[in-house]
């Protein structure tokens, strides 16, 4: 994943000794991230680029998945969509079964650490049934803006008991939470696959791989098959650009093992079947790299997004972005400057401003530069790195 000096390459030795010098108090202290899954969403891959740099700094760092059956899964599902305002609310069955997988979770594993992550919905239960001896800290990574009150109401007791909220985006605050409320935007790893440099011979042949032919203009969705990223409006918006430019799309996804709607939202998908529109349900870190450097323009265009970590992948790499106007996304994308905002519902407008990114390659080299130096300032690791070591230091003087 890269280590603190490989990180120096690109952001400067006074970065990685900033983050030293915040680091030293917390050397020897055991720190526990617990979510529900090591594959799939950007939760585990942030787990996955941060914890070997928690553990070289020397702050000792474990990852436990809470396990659960299909109804489990299925119901922390309803409760992440009520979270962000949408789908039907939990019934009480559902309620007393995610209390229950939330109390095997803390029979089954050792949490007898000095500070405790946990993230999401998932396992937040879970600080119930532990005998806390020790901070708690619950990093929320989707829209808290406007959940549905039943369901918020549920979940409020057990994000009361925690010593720190950690959220992405200062709108997800919450009036009705007294614990402290911190900001933690995600981040990027510049050094794994999906993110360093690619060169034309290694990206053609992953694109061959794959039957991609780059004989047109691509505009890419990359994204996890669900309906907050709005895959069908965005193949509603490519025929109206498709009939101003001869291009192709790309909605490449896949199902995280904590998403059970993912598979009908790809059903749903290749139900319309074009020779320009090409659906791939694959993990394939080279691939992503690919089509996000590739492509003319990418398209983020959800209905509600935490963060969306794939509009700051696609700027890293130089390419415009053409982003909903909801959560997250607002932060990323400085409208005009490294692509467009738009409204997720507008798909005329949608249209309008890819088929003006697409046809303007002087605006397209203007926006890329613009997205890289303002994703390197703002959403690289070292710089997340940086607000948890500050965050734990807070959690337990």
Known sequence: MGKLKEHEKIVGSSVIDKIKKEAEPLK?????????????GGVAEILETMIPLFNELKIRTQWKVIKGDKPFFETTKNLHNAIQGKGHEVSERECKHYLAMNRRF????????????IHDPQPCASITFAKKKQPWIWRCHIDLSRPKLKVWNFLKPFISMYDTMVVSNSSYKRKDIRVPQKIIMPSINPLNTKNAPMNETAMNRILKKYDIDPDKPIITQVSRFDKWKDPMGVIEVFKKIKKSVDC???LLGSAATDDPEG???????????????????????????????????????????????????ALWKG??????????????IIDGKNGYLVDTFDYNFCAKRAIKILSDEKLRDKMGKYGHEYVKKNFLTTRHLLDWIKTIRFVMK
Do not use: W
Request: negative net charge.
């Open 263 to 313: 598979m009908e939202i790809y059903k749903k998908i290749i139900e319309h079947p074009s020779k320009d529109i090409i659906v791939i349900s694959h993990e394939d870190d080279n691939l992503v790299n690919a089509l996000q450097t590739i492509s003319h323009v990418v398209i983020q265009k959800s209905i509600k997004e935490g963060f969306g970590l794939t509009v700051t992948e």
């Open 106 to 117: 803390v029979e089954t594993e050792n949490l007898n650490q000095d500070c405790v992550i």
């Open 28 to 40: 020897g202290t055991s720190l526990l991230q617990v979510n529900s899954t090591k594959i799939g």
């Open 248 to 250: 192709k799309l790309v």
């Open 319 to 332: 390419t415009p972005v053409i982003g909903g106007n909801v959560g997250g996304i607002k932060s990323q």
